[in-house]
């Protein structure tokens, strides 16, 4: 798998899942030198992306990402 050429990408990863392995992320983000890892401490669905303040900082990261500041 590889991620599209040109194009901004977060790839998000739980470092407690225990359904994908981290590996798989790690190289799929580095297929692409648009795309950014980030490893949170939570599982496989991510509920604390959607239930905590950490969602904020992945959404102003993919906003600098895309050219939309920080």
């Known amino acids: 798998r590889t991620l599209p050429p040109g ?5 998000g990863h ?4 225990d359904v994908v ?3 798989d992320s790690v190289d799929l ?4 030198p648009n795309a950014e890892l980030l ?5 496989h669905s991510l ?3 959607v239930n905590d303040e950490g969602r904020g ?5 993919m906003r600098a990402l895309v050219g939309g500041g920080p």
């Open 21 to 23: 392995p981290m590996q």
């Open 39 to 43: 490893p949170r401490d939570d599982v």
């Open 57 to 61: 900082a992945w959404v102003a990261r």
């Open 7 to 11: 194009v901004p990408v977060l790839v």
């Open 29 to 32: 983000a580095a297929t692409s």
């Open 14 to 17: 739980g470092t407690r899942d």
């Open 47 to 49: 509920p604390d992306i």
